[in-house]
């Protein structure tokens, strides 16, 4: 069985300051984990995945996550907090492919200016 | 270019109507889905379907039914609408590969009244 976790569902951040979304994750295999991003009346944007290759995943703008094992986590962070930063963040398992991603609930990030 | 796309935007429409939202990928992708995010914005999958097998989400209802005239499209048809079935449809594609991510549309916004 898999499963993911999304501690908070709303993160606020002051403009500048670090971004910390956080996700654990359950699954009976190594997992394929993906950090998804959701702008207002868009769909799902691919942040970056982790896919064993290197336990530090760089994705797009600026944001990247690292893989442990021991904590079963896979949280998000960025260095320094954007407006454009602003929307809805799901992380996602995957054991066997695409046709079987569980997504977490999801963490709404406001930035604050 | 878009690369997943759907239509309509928006649909308002009554219950006991029957609907069909249309979705396109020009990715040359293997596998095709459809999502439904409710207000809460969970997502959940209800069907992945490629040119080998039609998977189907237990949980939903027999009056969503996704068909497939081609490997580049997926259109959902939903009858006898109900007030529940409000919701952001989302569709998106992949190729079969265990890793690969999911490349979504923009949504099609249901509102059943």
């Known amino acids: 069985a898999q499963s993911v976790t999304q501690l908070g569902s709303h993160v606020s951040v002051s403009e500048g300051a670090l971004v910390l979304l956080r996700c654990n994750y359950s699954?009976?295999?190594?997992?394929?984990l993906f950090w998804y991003v959701q702008y207002p009346n868009q769909g799902l944007q691919l942040l970056l995945k982790y896919t064993s290759a290197a336990t530090l995943v760089k994705g797009i703008n600026g944001f990247e996550a690292e893989f442990k094992k021991s904590e079963t986590s896979f949280h998000l962070t960025k260095p320094s907090a954007h407006m454009s930063d602003a929307a809805e963040y799901f992380c996602a398992v995957s054991q066997t492919g695409a046709n079987n991603l569980f997504f977490g609930t999801g963490t709404r990030l406001t930035v604050i200016p | 270019d878009t690369a997943v796309s759907q239509t309509p935007k928006y649909l308002v429409t009554q219950m006991g109507n029957d609907k069909s939202i249309k979705c396109e990928q020009n990715?040359?992708?293997?596998?095709m889905y459809w999502y439904k995010q409710d207000s809460k914005k969970f997502l959940k999958i209800m069907f992945s379907?490629?040119?080998?097998?039609?998977?189907i989400n237990e949980t939903v209802p027999n009056r969503f039914s996704p068909k497939s005239p081609d490997k580049a499209h997926l259109n959902l048809h939903i009858n006898s609408l109900e007030l529940g079935d409000s919701a952001v449809y989302f569709c998106a594609s992949s190729q079969e590969l265990s890793n690969s991510p999911l490349h979504f549309g923009n949504g099609t916004r249901l509102t059943v009244t």
């Open positions: 990715l040359g992708h293997d596998t």
């Open positions: 379907y490629n040119n080998k097998e039609l998977i």
């Open positions: 699954s009976s295999v190594p997992p394929y």
